[in-house]
């Protein structure tokens, strides 16, 4: 696990080129969001989904990591957003700072890192879903983790960072371009 964590950190760069925060203001945007700041890999020994005290969360970096992406956003024509999160308390924490819309926890948005048996089962949910969303509605958030992502991008994402992709009526949205946190 940990040669794959080094791995998609070491291949940010296979995102296309950062775009500006206006490009999510477009009809039929995704932007697939890493959480923000939180110190460390992976969760504590004992981690249980329920309870925040458990896992690894935002440290005061991540939270204001948070709030200017959710200013950036606003400043951009995004003032809302159809949100949804992994159950990971560090990503619904994000996902709420963002001040972009109610939150909506997505269990196929939850890591698979401390479980790899999950991962197609939850890659196939998200991949239904994102078929599912209107190739022309308001923007959609998904606030995640780095295997998340790299399993739409093939490359890492830095936290507070992500990739924005252009629905179109199938499982595998178009990749449109890399969004990194100021």
Not at 75 to 94: D, I, M, P
């Amino acid at each position: 696990c940990l040669a794959s964590l080094a791995l998609g950190l070491a291949s940010v760069a296979a995102v296309p080129a950062t775009l500006s925060p206006g490009e999510l203001a477009k009809p039929g945007r995704l932007l697939m969001l890493r959480h923000a700041n939180a110190p460390g890999t992976g969760d504590p020994p004992g981690f249980r989904i329920d309870d925040c005290a458990t896992q690894r969360n935002l440290d005061a970096v991540g939270r204001e990591q948070a709030r200017a992406l959710g200013r950036r956003l606003a400043k951009a024509g995004v003032k809302r957003a159809r949100v949804y999160s992994s159950q990971w308390c560090r990503c619904l924490e994000t996902a709420h700072l963002l001040g972009l819309g109610a939150v909506e926890p997505m269990p196929a948005l939850n890591s698979f890192y401390p479980a790899p048996d999950q991962r197609d089962s939850r890659i196939a949910r998200l991949r239904a879903f994102l078929a599912a969303q209107p190739k022309e509605g308001p923007p959609l958030v998904l606030v995640t983790h780095q295997f998340t992502i790299a399993e739409f991008t093939g490359g890492g994402t830095p936290s507070g960072g992500g990739a924005v992709f252009q629905l179109n009526g199938t499982g595998t949205p178009s990749l449109v371009g890399g969004f990194t946190p100021e």
